[in-house]
């Protein structure tokens, strides 16, 4: 059950919903479950997050007309200028708290490849967690 907890917890993480999954895998950690396990259960539920985040770029701005789009021209243009500026590599900062999921959307807008997008995104989101357990608890 914990386990769910965890990946949806990741899972939210990673889209723009207000979601925390370090508080939850460091407690499961403290609590003696198996932190290799745990690892890779929030690096894929916070890479699928990811996905989201991904697909909505890919898709949603085909509605850029509209009225009801939440994102301003300027803004998504600018974005997307960043991010040809900066390249795919950007996306080894997807797991940034901040400005991280909208590397994931952009990358979607801007069409990157499928494969591309996934080994760097779970490399993203996986070194933050062995990073994250490597420093609290000397595990990994």
Not at 72 to 87: E, I, M, S, V
């Amino acid at each position: 059950m914990s386990e769910w907890i965890l990946f949806f917890s990741a899972f939210g993480a990673a889209t723009l919903l207000p979601f925390y999954s370090e508080v939850t895998l460091l407690a499961l950690v403290n609590q003696g479950h198996d932190p290799y396990w745990l690892w890779a259960i929030a690096t894929l539920g916070n890479t699928l997050g990811a996905v989201v985040n991904f697909v909505l770029g890919r898709y949603l701005t085909h509605f850029e007309d509209r009225k009801w789009f939440p994102f301003k021209p300027d803004k998504l243009h600018r974005a997307q200028g960043w991010f040809q500026r900066y390249g795919l590599w950007s996306l080894l900062f997807s797991w940034a708290p901040i400005g991280g999921d909208a590397i994931t959307f952009i990358a979607g807008v801007m069409r990157v490849s499928w494969p591309v997008f996934l080994v760097l995104t779970f490399i993203s989101k996986g070194g933050r967690y062995a990073i994250l357990m490597l420093i609290y608890f000397g595990v990994v």
